[in-house]
């Protein structure tokens, strides 16, 4: 017996030293489980040491009443008291559990399980099953105490062994560690209470390899493992199969003639209020997740109609709101909002400012609409407002938010100015939100257009305009093969004969059905569409084509073509004019290619480079619509320009004055600034708009020597206009009749810059001392 004693209880100091180093080895919170399976371990082996006392100290002794009391309980408390602290470790080992209701949930499924377990044992090793015979263990308190500490134990363990995650091998030998301690301890007490040495020797050495068990498990630094805690995977065995075997033993032990005393029915009782209280704690929970999951699922849902950058309303939610107020009956007002020029912000600032850009809007939306309205993003720099009321109040709050947008946006590299354009639609009759949306971004279209930073109301005829421009594009696409497109020429005369020297190259556009369109409607919207290109070199080659023919002729003359800053910064366009040239066997210097003033204010640099290029090939370049747009005298300088041709504006702003202390004629005094200006630069300078007598006499005295206008005449088919070359040329032709008032000669030209930008390098095209020709440097 003592060489059975001695190695158990050896083994069982061991392991409560490991247990008690392994709990010295951790810090702070994680200490805690280990302390308390430090102290199951240290009960335990109180236990186990009393009970080996009793054995080796009275071996012989016979089971008797008066044992039944004293150490046997002493020892079952200790026993109890491990079991708790074992149970309260594993529960707060971490990664077991991870709240207390979840702590709850493992209990009650604990107490389930032990509760069964003690009621089978119950069944079976009472009468009449009797399943130990003779060595039915004699009731007593202490017996009684270790048998309920050893099912609490187990089920507890047994709970967590099964929820843990895998691999379970630390889990598992933890368990069957802390399960050999409790049914160790329930034979060391029923060993003292029986009398049997041998009993409480070989179970205090189980309990022994229990806390080794135990000590090896927990040995590592890391935690055993996860435990599973969810509320619906696999919750229902932990409940039917206790069920299910208390159920099947009773049924058995009534089979048996046996009867329930108190502790079958309090163990039955106490089975139904935890699968009761489980139950409970379940549907708890289940009503917990399920609010959990709407309010997530409203949350999702919300976010899908939410435009996450600016916080407002997404395309999504606008359309949610259209649809409601379409379903309430209620008028709504749409208002329409692009940012002009963001696309800017984004190219020069970068898109993190862009995006802070489009946050402060968001911003500014939200604290200027009234109490209902909704501001959404559509995507970009679009923007919405929906207001629910009168329609008269949409234009107060556009006009306030024309301001409120249009005010500086503060960034840490410096400030941001934009505009907005806004267009306001309202409902017509029946709601219908689709048709709400299309007009309030036809009205916001019509704004951009009509120059940006303006408040537009739909009306009825955005419809047939967009219409009328979507048919112009499709229409457009196909207008070169159909043959639709013609040229016409506006002679350009020579002053003061008005002798026609050469034309301008106009582009018309006759439709079979929509018949004569207008070019200042189809070139915005070939520019736009990006058809631009291809119409500009139909127009040079048709161009180059019929000066060819006149020069063939005879004709002592040259024409000039429109380009566009989209076609100018095209890198293939130089190569373009010299291939119509070339295919057509034009004399570059015939060619005069014209550059509207606007074109000077996008990239002066590039612009350079760009008639450079040109100028290389032998045509010459004249500056369109000059005084109208915005070039300034140091621009102009250093263009390469050959030709100006004065707007219209500068012809016919002012009555014509007569000089000061002088008898000369009247004269336009912007003219003869331009004249000069033009004269100094080595440039030939062109009338543009002379409309009347009146006009030609001014700008004759100014010593202006080419003029172009309705007086000379409107663009004319190529055959009218070689009919007036004929008649200009034919040996009984007379120069033009001039208005009644003396006009003087043409002043003489300065000569050219030499080498400057502004020169040609070409010689004079028409005949020299005549005051006729080509305008030459």
């Given at each position: 017996m003592v060489a059975v004693a001695l190695p158990g209880a050896l083994v069982a100091v061991t392991a409560a030293v490991l247990l008690v180093g392994s709990a010295r080895r951790r810090t702070g919170p994680d200490r805690r489980p280990y302390a308390l399976l430090a102290s199951a371990g240290a009960l335990a082996l109180v236990g186990l040491l009393v009970g080996v006392g009793l054995a080796l100290g009275d071996p012989h002794h016979a089971p008797h009443p008066a044992r039944l009391n004293g150490w046997p309980v002493l020892i079952s408390v200790a026993v109890a008291l491990?079991?708790?602290?074992?149970?309260?470790?594993?529960?707060r080992l971490p990664g077991v559990v991870v709240s207390p209701a979840a702590t709850a949930r493992l209990l009650l499924d604990a107490l389930i399980v032990a509760t069964a377990l003690w009621f089978v044992g119950w069944v079976l090793f009472s009468g009449p099953t009797g399943?130990?015979?003779?060595?039915?263990?004699?009731?007593?308190?202490?017996?009684?105490?270790?048998t309920v500490n050893a099912a609490l134990t187990v089920g507890v363990t047994l709970i967590v062994v099964l929820r843990a995650d895998p691999p379970r091998g630390r889990f598992g030998l933890l368990g069957a560690g802390v399960t050999a301690v409790a049914a160790g301890g329930l034979g060391v007490v029923g060993g003292v209470c029986q009398g049997g040495p041998w009993m409480t020797l070989a179970c205090a050495v189980l309990l022994a390899l229990g806390l080794l068990a135990v000590a090896f498990a927990v040995h590592r630094v890391e935690p055993p493992g996860q435990v599973d805690v969810d509320l619906i995977r696999r919750d229902g065995a932990y409940a039917f199969v206790p069920m299910f075997a208390m159920a099947a033993s009773a049924m058995y032990h009534l089979a048996q003639g046996g009867r329930f005393d108190a502790l079958g029915i309090v163990a039955g009782s106490v089975e139904g209020f935890a699968l009761v209280?489980?139950?409970?704690?379940?549907?708890?929970?289940?009503?917990?997740?399920?609010?959990?999951?709407?309010?997530?699922?409203?949350?999702?849902?919300e976010l899908a109609h939410t435009d996450p950058l600016t916080g407002l309303a997404n395309r999504r939610g606008l359309l949610r709101e259209l649809q409601r107020c379409a379903e309430e009956g209620i008028g709504?007002?749409?208002?329409?909002?692009?940012?002009?020029?963001?696309?800017?912000?984004?190219?020069?600032?970068?898109?993190?400012?862009?995006?802070?850009?489009?946050?402060e809007v968001g911003r500014r939306l939200r604290g200027n609409l009234r109490p209902g309205d909704l501001a959404a993003r559509l995507g970009g720099d679009e923007f919405a407002v929906l207001m629910r009321g009168h329609p008269a109040d949409a234009d107060v709050v556009a006009e306030r938010l024309l301001g409120v947008l249009g005010r500086a946006y503060e960034q840490p590299d410096g400030p941001v100015f934009l505009s907005v354009s806004i267009g306001v639609a309202g409902q017509r009759g029946e709601p219908d939100s689709v048709a709400l949306l299309r007009h309030a971004d036809l009205a916001l279209r019509y704004a951009k257009q009509r120059g940006k930073n303006r408040v537009e109301r739909y009306d009825g005829t955005h419809d047939q305009l967009l219409l009328r421009r979507t048919r112009l594009e499709h229409e457009m696409r196909g207008a070169i093969?159909?043959?639709?497109?013609?040229?016409?020429?506006?002679?350009?005369?020579?002053?003061?004969?008005?002798r026609p020297v050469g034309a301008e190259a106009l582009l018309r556009w006759r439709h079979p059905e929509l018949g004569n369109v207008g070019p200042d409607e189809f070139i915005p919207l070939a520019?736009?569409?990006?058809?631009?290109?291809?119409?500009?070199?139909?127009?040079?080659?048709?161009?180059?084509?019929?000066?060819?023919?006149?020069?063939?002729?005879?004709?002592?003359?040259?024409?000039?073509?429109?380009?566009?800053?989209?076609?100018?910064?095209?890198?293939?366009?130089?190569?373009?004019?010299?291939?119509?040239?070339?295919?057509?066997?034009?004399?570059?210097q015939r060619l005069v290619l014209e550059v509207?003033?606007?074109?000077?204010?996008?990239?002066?640099?590039?612009?350079?480079?760009?008639?450079?290029?040109?100028?290389?090939?032998?045509?010459?370049?004249?500056l369109d619509d000059f005084g109208a747009g915005y070039s300034s005298l140091g621009q102009l300088r250093r263009l390469p320009i050959d030709i100006l041709k004065i707007d219209h504006s500068l012809v016919s702003e002012h009555e014509p004055v007569r000089p000061?202390?002088?008898?000369g004629p009247a004269f336009a005094p912007m003219v003869d600034i331009v004249m000069r200006l033009g004269h100094q630069l080595g440039m030939e300078v062109i009338a543009e708009g002379v409309t009347t007598p009146t006009e030609l006499a001014a700008v004759v005295a100014a010593g202006c020597r080419f003029g172009q206008g309705a007086l000379f005449g409107w663009g004319v088919p190529a055959e009218h206009l070689e009919a007036m070359l004929d008649a200009a040329t034919s040996p009984g032709a007379r120069p033009g009749v001039l208005p009644a008032a003396p006009l003087a000669g043409p002043r003489p030209m300065p000569a050219p810059r030499a080498g400057g930008t502004g020169s040609a390098q070409v010689g004079p095209l028409g005949k020299a001392g005549t005051g006729d020709g080509v305008p030459r440097s």
């Amino acid at each position: 017996m003592v060489a059975v004693a001695l190695p158990g209880a050896l083994v069982a100091v061991t392991a409560a030293v490991l247990l008690v180093g392994s709990a010295r080895r951790r810090t702070g919170p994680d200490r805690r489980p280990y302390a308390l399976l430090a102290s199951a371990g240290a009960l335990a082996l109180v236990g186990l040491l009393v009970g080996v006392g009793l054995a080796l100290g009275d071996p012989h002794h016979a089971p008797h009443p008066a044992r039944l009391n004293g150490w046997p309980v002493l020892i079952s408390v200790a026993v109890a008291l491990s079991g708790l602290a074992a149970a309260a470790g594993l529960l707060r080992l971490p990664g077991v559990v991870v709240s207390p209701a979840a702590t709850a949930r493992l209990l009650l499924d604990a107490l389930i399980v032990a509760t069964a377990l003690w009621f089978v044992g119950w069944v079976l090793f009472s009468g009449p099953t009797g399943l130990l015979g003779s060595a039915t263990p004699v009731a007593c308190p202490a017996i009684l105490l270790a048998t309920v500490n050893a099912a609490l134990t187990v089920g507890v363990t047994l709970i967590v062994v099964l929820r843990a995650d895998p691999p379970r091998g630390r889990f598992g030998l933890l368990g069957a560690g802390v399960t050999a301690v409790a049914a160790g301890g329930l034979g060391v007490v029923g060993g003292v209470c029986q009398g049997g040495p041998w009993m409480t020797l070989a179970c205090a050495v189980l309990l022994a390899l229990g806390l080794l068990a135990v000590a090896f498990a927990v040995h590592r630094v890391e935690p055993p493992g996860q435990v599973d805690v969810d509320l619906i995977r696999r919750d229902g065995a932990y409940a039917f199969v206790p069920m299910f075997a208390m159920a099947a033993s009773a049924m058995y032990h009534l089979a048996q003639g046996g009867r329930f005393d108190a502790l079958g029915i309090v163990a039955g009782s106490v089975e139904g209020f935890a699968l009761v209280a489980r139950q409970y704690l379940t549907l708890n929970d289940m009503r917990g997740y399920a609010g959990r999951l709407a309010e997530r699922e409203a949350h999702f849902r919300e976010l899908a109609h939410t435009d996450p950058l600016t916080g407002l309303a997404n395309r999504r939610g606008l359309l949610r709101e259209l649809q409601r107020c379409a379903e309430e009956g209620i008028g709504c007002v749409l208002l329409g909002l692009d940012l002009d020029g963001f696309k800017n912000v984004n190219d020069m600032r970068g898109h993190d400012v862009g995006d802070l850009v489009l946050a402060e809007v968001g911003r500014r939306l939200r604290g200027n609409l009234r109490p209902g309205d909704l501001a959404a993003r559509l995507g970009g720099d679009e923007f919405a407002v929906l207001m629910r009321g009168h329609p008269a109040d949409a234009d107060v709050v556009a006009e306030r938010l024309l301001g409120v947008l249009g005010r500086a946006y503060e960034q840490p590299d410096g400030p941001v100015f934009l505009s907005v354009s806004i267009g306001v639609a309202g409902q017509r009759g029946e709601p219908d939100s689709v048709a709400l949306l299309r007009h309030a971004d036809l009205a916001l279209r019509y704004a951009k257009q009509r120059g940006k930073n303006r408040v537009e109301r739909y009306d009825g005829t955005h419809d047939q305009l967009l219409l009328r421009r979507t048919r112009l594009e499709h229409e457009m696409r196909g207008a070169i093969e159909r043959d639709e497109l013609r040229l016409v020429f506006q002679p350009v005369a020579s002053l003061p004969s008005v002798r026609p020297v050469g034309a301008e190259a106009l582009l018309r556009w006759r439709h079979p059905e929509l018949g004569n369109v207008g070019p200042d409607e189809f070139i915005p919207l070939a520019e736009e569409c990006g058809m631009i290109a291809k119409l500009g070199a139909w127009v040079l080659h048709q161009a180059c084509w019929q000066l060819s023919r006149w020069l063939s002729d005879g004709h002592d003359v040259w024409v000039s073509v429109n380009v566009s800053p989209r076609e100018l910064h095209a890198p293939e366009y130089v190569v373009q004019v010299a291939e119509a040239l070339r295919a057509h066997h034009v004399p570059p210097q015939r060619l005069v290619l014209e550059v509207t003033e606007h074109a000077v204010a996008t990239d002066l640099d590039e612009l350079i480079r760009r008639l450079t290029a040109l100028r290389r090939t032998g045509v010459r370049i004249a500056l369109d619509d000059f005084g109208a747009g915005y070039s300034s005298l140091g621009q102009l300088r250093r263009l390469p320009i050959d030709i100006l041709k004065i707007d219209h504006s500068l012809v016919s702003e002012h009555e014509p004055v007569r000089p000061v202390d002088t008898d000369g004629p009247a004269f336009a005094p912007m003219v003869d600034i331009v004249m000069r200006l033009g004269h100094q630069l080595g440039m030939e300078v062109i009338a543009e708009g002379v409309t009347t007598p009146t006009e030609l006499a001014a700008v004759v005295a100014a010593g202006c020597r080419f003029g172009q206008g309705a007086l000379f005449g409107w663009g004319v088919p190529a055959e009218h206009l070689e009919a007036m070359l004929d008649a200009a040329t034919s040996p009984g032709a007379r120069p033009g009749v001039l208005p009644a008032a003396p006009l003087a000669g043409p002043r003489p030209m300065p000569a050219p810059r030499a080498g400057g930008t502004g020169s040609a390098q070409v010689g004079p095209l028409g005949k020299a001392g005549t005051g006729d020709g080509v305008p030459r440097s």
